[in-house]
């Protein structure tokens, strides 16, 4: 269900995770529970989101699981309620490729191409074969998209892209985020795919990815209710 760092690290550049699709072998009385299914962090996150409850997915675009995610993160994002709001946040586990991939992003964000091009960017990886590493990648991936690639690698360069990053490092850090897609909800709480599943039956990436945004939806309900 999540790519691990510890995967990658060792090369696993296919990003299947060697626990992803496994339950473990205990049973659990009650689903999620704190310490299985989710995290309470010792030191809360930082939020950025003034009088709205934050949630924060992290993710990188060459994660298959991450890939995934999108569309149903996407429809329940459709649905969330009007004191919620989602962020998303690419993760850097080290330089190549995160480091391109993460600027990539921000300048997506920057110039609001988001709606319109973050999905395109995962299906030009996942669907395409296309490798989005360096600049001239990134130059191609714009002008395919009929973006200006001159404005667009001026935007992917500028301190404004660079300083976004350095947050989201500092974010994911705090977090303590290991493996993508993962979610954190208000700066207090941190779950995972293979965190969220973790104690019951497996039955595949979709219903994994519902128990995932399940456990979200508990701990927006936990955060409502500590006020």
């Known amino acids: 269900m999540t790519l691990d760092r510890r995967d990658f690290s060792l090369g696993l550049a296919a990003g299947l995770s060697s626990t992803g699709l496994l339950a473990p072998a205990f049973a659990q ?36 699981h991450c890939n995934a995610f999108e569309s ?8 969330m ?8 946040v690419p993760v850097w586990f080290q330089e190549v490729p ?7 992003f921000y300048t997506l964000e920057t110039m609001g191409l988001v709606p319109t091009l973050h999905r395109k960017a995962f299906a030009a990886i996942h669907n395409d074969r296309a490798r989005l590493r360096t600049p001239e990648d990134m130059a191609a991936f714009a002008l395919k998209n009929g ?8 935007t992917f360069g ?25 979610m954190g ?25 519902e128990r995932l945004l399940a456990v979200v939806d508990t701990l927006l309900a936990r955060v409502r209710k500590a006020g």
């Not at 949630?55 to 675009?61: A, K, M, Q, R, T």
């Open 29 to 64: 009385t009650a689903w999620p529970a704190e310490g299985a299914n989710y995290v309470r962090l010792g030191q809360p996150a930082p939020v950025v989101s003034a009088g709205k409850i934050e949630v924060v997915e992290f993710f990188w675009y060459e994660c298959p």
């Open 72 to 79: 149903p993160l996407e429809a329940w994002s459709k649905k």
């Open 81 to 88: 309620p009007a004191d919620v709001v989602l962020r998303r």
């Open 98 to 104: 995160f480091a391109a991939q993460q600027r990539l």
């Open 147 to 154: 973006v200006d690639p001159i404005r667009f690698m001026t």
């Open 158 to 182: 500028s301190p404004e892209v660079a300083a976004l990053t350095r947050q989201a490092r500092q974010l994911a850090d705090a977090y303590k985020i290991d493996a993508v897609p993962a």
């Open 185 to 209: 909800v208000q700066g207090r709480y941190y779950t995972n795919g293979n965190l969220a599943n973790a104690g019951q039956p497996a039955r595949g990436l979709a219903v994994g990815n």
